[in-house]
């Protein structure tokens, strides 16, 4: 009996002596780590090697275990003492004075613990935030500090804490209230001023009036703490940073999300870095290398760089790899820290650098920034900077063009390129618009393309009126000639040894189409089969390009499938071109370009149907009919894909009996070209690789002609 009632008189008083022994002891702590800066006599004595770490740590256990003892929500009496007499400020004095050496990594450390363990809100008050900050200004400026490691975990909890509630992104950045912009300086210590339990004895000034909100200061803070540590050549230390700044970019409240654009200079921080970024790549660095460098993450900081087999490839993959992070950030981001962010990417990097670049006369400075921005294209995703970039490039305007007309020059510019004299800077620009079809955005089809077959003004309307002054005369340039019209197509070509060209009659289809078995066998008679050497290499038909455009009309139909486009062509009835039909700079270069397939390089002739396939696998009924249809009846002086083909194939034909022994040497070609047998120098060869070529071209729009089926809906 005696010795129950002496267990329950000793659990009373366990119960009652720990909060003055806690005090007590958290106090002695304290006074033990200020009584040391009284009595120690040699500066040069680290941190680490003092009783200060192991008395911070006695101070953060017992303010976590007082925490554990008392009512949820409850401040005991040592972090009271914590908070009125200015602990933390006293301690964060200390770090920035770096005594004794190390002294900042220990209070680091602590923060870091104390904001992690103890569960009451601890951030809205004065004398927690304000030392906090003040913590943040030593962070992120001085990369290789040794305690970068520390920095980025601090950072880190402050993160969490403000995801959990980002109300408190307002007492980081520099202390301003969301409410009313007063700054840290007119804060009281407590967030809520009556009957605030723990009053430090420091009020606002009495009758200060509010300050009005300042624009964005160049101050340390967590943006610029976080920044900074994602320079950081410690790759941890890096991905951890930007991990965070991810976190905090991602806000859902509207009102943190503002304050994170209008209290910080995070987007020009970031911006900053990628304009420098993009400036430490060297100037003599090979565009071809920046084409093939693979798509960099950010999150393989380093790696990219680790085999280096060109100039300037470590400087280009940390370019990309931060212009990737940027767009994850964007992508991540509430909208309006995304909207700011490609904001300040379009201004300073696409306007500020890029567009200069592109706009001057030095072949070699064009070749660099158009592979620069065929990389920088490759690498976004993110929707609202990816809508800043088109805009960029291609400008606003949707309605159609008219010759001539450049109201936008740096489109105009881009596309004159891809017919540029040096063909290098044509097959530069058009691997650029391959590109851009590739991203899923609407303006980019409708811009170049779309814009300009609204109307169908490419269709001859009525059968035309016998007019008293005869037919109207044609430009010798034109191509709105029928096939059985044009001068090409003869019934043979004496002593040539070819014969009749293989076509359907236009007159077969009247309405313009034709079913999908013979849009397939006119693209596949098109070139003669004198002119055919792919069934002697014994290779396969036009099938073996069926899969590769099913992948990509696939690819396509997934990505326009928001946009709305219609199922059908518009009726004829309801379009009313003001204007006569013009197939728009895009297709214009484009068609230009094919007109001259048998005298151009075969790397250009490549890249030239590479960009017409990827328009015509669009699902676009006006862009199908105009590409793919071989039928149209073409208004006069109006040319269409086929139409272009068609004279192609009359030029090839006469230039081919010409040349003696064509069909041995365009075999000897296609082998060279295959790497059957070695590469030699031969007469007429850019005619022949241009022949093989048009056949593979042929065969791959009869392929995507199959794939994509029967156009829909009335002529």
Known sequence: MLSRLGALLQQAVETREPSVDLLEAFTEHWKGITGYYLEATDESIPARQTDIPWRLKQMLDILVYEEKQRPAGEAGPCLEYLLQHKVLETLSTLGKAEYPPGMRQQVLLFFSRVLAQVQHPLLHYLNVHRPVQKLLQLSGDRLGSGTEKEEVQFAAILCTKIKQDPTLLAYI????????????????????????????????????????????????????????????????????????????????????????????????????HLCDLYSAVPACTDPADVLALERTGWRSQGDAAGNEVFLGKESLAAFFGWLDYLDELVMGAHPVVADAIAEAVEEKFFQGILQPQLLQMSELDVLSATATLTGTVRQIHAPPLLHRLVLFLLGPDRHPETPGDAPHPLRTQLIDRCNHLSDEISLASLRLFEELLRKPHEHVAHSLVLRNLEARGYLQRSPPVPDE????????????????????????????????????????????????????????????????????????????????????????????APWGWPPAPRPLDACYPEVAFYEGHFLKVLFDRMTRILDQPYSLNLQVTSVLSRLAAFPHPHLHEYLLDPYLNLAPGCRSLFSVLVRVIGDLMQRLQRVPHFRAKLLLVRRQLMGLVPGEQMEHAMLFKGVVVLEEFCKELAAIALVKGPPEGPP
Request: charge should be negative; include cysteine.
């Open 173 to 272: 950045l520099e202390g301003k209230s969301i409410l009313n912009g007063r700054r840290a300086q007119e804060l009281p210590a407590s967030p809520v001023e009556e009957g605030a339990e723990h009053s430090p004895g420091t009020t606002a000034a009495a009758g200060s009036p509010p300050a009005e909100p300042s624009p964005p200061r160049r101050d340390s803070n967590l943006v610029t703490s976080l920044v900074g540590l994602c320079k950081s050549k410690k790759s941890r230390v890096a991905l951890k940073a930007r991990e965070n700044l991810l976190l905090l970019v991602g806000l859902a409240q509207e009102a943190a999300a503002a304050c994170l654009v209008r209290s910080s200079t995070l987007c020009q921080l970031l911006t900053e």
């Open 469 to 560: 002054r005869g037919p109207p005369e044609l430009d010798p340039d034109e191509d709105g000639l029928d096939l059985e019209d044009d001068p090409y197509f003869t019934d043979g070509f004496p002593d040539a040894g070819f014969g009749t060209v293989k076509r359907p009659l236009p007159g077969s289809a009247p309405s313009g189409k034709g079913q999908v078995s013979e849009v397939v066998s006119s693209f596949l008679c098109l070139v003669p089969e004198e002119a055919k050497t792919s069934s002697c290499m014994e290779e396969g038909g036009y099938d073996t390009y069926v899969h590769d455009a099913l992948g990509m009309v696939q690819a396509c139909r997934a990505s326009v």
